[in-house]
């Protein structure tokens, strides 16, 4: 069993081979991690070969270990890596007693994104519905795509990105609705909240169990283009070229739907108590 390494999980063979070639008690098994360069005679300067040095500038550190380092690592490929279309995509249909959310990125050659959402007692979220428009402002769209929607009367409030706020003002004059807060920090925030909701509700059951869904359910017709930026098309960079600043964050680009859905987890789920400064988890029965 041999191969790059891509992220240290279950679901990977790979993985499961290493780890069981590790264990102690494994006698039959023995697994080894063996960076490229150790092969000198595909590369003879080692780990200062030409070849070697050349991907290294050219790739990012999590990528360079995995190609040719042997290292198991998580940045590898896709940003929301527990999507699962069988998992995450339902037929969903607006439930009269549970509220209604928007979530909201705002763009005009990158799409302005809205998403239609509900969450039920148990903080399981439902997003029923996706609006991806490009090329048109925001008073437009407010005006002629999200106060004719049907369900617009039925809107609580909406968690909007607060670098934009002369966006989120026309959509609250216009949708006569409150705009929430919180929505902002550091994005590595956000993805773990909307990470978090990959999983399955009740873990302990059995795969196939009726009752064993995602904490996170999408409509599979309503949300095509969500459910491909968080199925294949929000990916971690792979080239040093594509890295904006210091540090290694997901590509900013076909992120739009997992942004706006990020807004709304950090809005929702993160809500800091009043002069304590700390996070506290709220019910969505009780806060709303």
Request: aromatic content about 12%; some cysteine; proline content about 6%.
């Amino acid at each position: 069993m041999t191969g790059v390494p891509e992220i240290a999980t279950d679901v990977s063979l790979l993985y499961w081979g290493y780890q069981r070639g590790q264990a102690v008690d494994r006698k039959p098994w023995a697994s080894w991690k063996k960076p490229s360069w150790t092969n000198t005679i595909v590369f003879p300067g080692g780990r200062q070969d030409v070849e070697i040095l050349e991907a290294e500038e050219d790739l990012t550190e999590d990528e360079f270990q995995r190609q040719y380092g042997g290292e198991f690592v998580e940045k590898v490929g896709r940003v929301m890596q527990e999507w699962d279309d069988d998992l995450h995509l339902r037929d969903l249909r607006y439930n009269p007693d549970l509220p209604l959310y928007g979530a909201v990125d705002y763009g005009y050659t990158n799409p302005f994104v809205w998403l239609w959402i509900q969450v039920d007692e148990f903080d399981n979220v439902y997003v029923l519905e996706e609006h991806y428009i490009t090329l048109t402002d925001t008073d437009d769209i407010a005006k002629h795509t999200l106060k004719d929607h049907p369900l617009v009367d039925k809107l609580v409030a909406f968690y909007p990105d607060p670098a934009e706020p002369d966006d989120t003002n026309i959509l609250v004059k216009n949708l006569k609705v409150q705009a929430r807060t919180n929505t902002g920090g550091e994005l590595k925030t956000r993805l773990a909240l909307t990470r978090s909701k990959l999983k399955r509700r009740y873990p302990h059951l059995d795969d196939d169990h009726p009752d064993n869904q995602a904490k996170l359910q999408v409509d599979r017709w309503r949300c095509p283009h969500l459910a491909w930026e968080m199925r294949e098309g929000y990916r971690w960079p792979e080239h040093r070229s594509d890295i904006k600043g210091d540090s290694e964050v997901p590509m900013d680009k076909d992120n739009h739907g997992p942004e706006a859905l990020g807004r709304f987890m950090k809005g929702y789920f993160d809500i800091k108590e009043e002069g304590k400064g700390v996070t506290k988890q709220h019910k969505a029965k009780f806060r709303r």
